[in-house]
């Protein structure tokens, strides 16, 4: 229950939350029985409950396939239009953030390293290392994006596979 509300109006907005996220015909299911992507509607439902002005994100789509993660993006787009929603969203996905966000800020190790809009980001128009990494990341498997390491000043270091250990790379 919400607000106090009675049983049967906190049953009816549950259903209508439900309704609101693509999942009217699975409000009987048990948790378990759900999908990952169904769960992750739920989730999002519950949060609703509240009537927030403003959601905080934290990898809402890592964890799903990316037809899954499209239909999710869409859903939040969606809501965010629907309910006049400001999103705050975390995530290493830069291509998911792409399509959620008109700014984002770049944090590695706890700090802000880079503000860019996202058409600086679709351009490639990046100003630190780490960006970069976390650009090539999203655009599919690169070998030699995957061996290196970004340190906390910003300067690249490469992963010596064979050896275990971390050599500078300039």
Same mark, same amino acid.
């Given at each position: ?5 009675? #049983? !049967?109006?906190? %049953? !009816?907005?549950?259903?209508?939350l ?5 999942? &009217? ?12 992507g ?9 949060a ?5 002005? &403003? ?18 993006? +869409? ?11 400001? @999103? ?14 008109? %700014?984002l800020?770049?944090? /590695? /190790?706890?700090?802000?390293? $880079? !503000?860019?809009?996202?058409? !600086?980001l679709?351009?490639? $128009?990046?100003?630190? #290392? ?8 999203? +655009?599919? @498997?690169?070998? $030699?994006?995957? %061996? ?21 790379? /300039?």
């Amino acid at each position: 229950q919400v607000y106090g509300e009675s #049983p !049967e109006i906190a %049953r !009816e907005r549950a259903l209508s939350l439900l309704a609101g996220v693509g999942l &009217a015909h699975h409000a009987h299911h048990l948790p378990h029985r759900l999908s990952g992507g169904q769960q992750q509607r739920v989730a999002i439902a519950r949060a609703l409950a509240m009537d927030p002005i &403003a959601m905080l994100f934290d990898e809402p789509t890592s964890a799903l396939d990316r037809s899954v993660q499209k239909r999710i993006v +869409e859903l939040l787009r969606d809501l965010q239009a629907a309910h006049g929603l400001a @999103y705050l969203f975390i995530s290493h996905d830069l291509a998911v953030v792409s399509h959620m966000c008109d %700014r984002l800020a770049v944090m /590695n /190790n706890g700090r802000i390293v $880079e !503000e860019l809009s996202v058409e !600086e980001l679709r351009r490639h $128009e990046t100003r630190h #290392p780490y960006t970069l990494q976390l650009l090539r990341a999203s +655009e599919g @498997y690169d070998r $030699e994006a995957a %061996r290196a390491q970004i340190t906390d000043d910003g300067t690249q270091r490469a992963m010596s596979w064979t050896q275990g250990a971390v050599a500078s790379a /300039n």
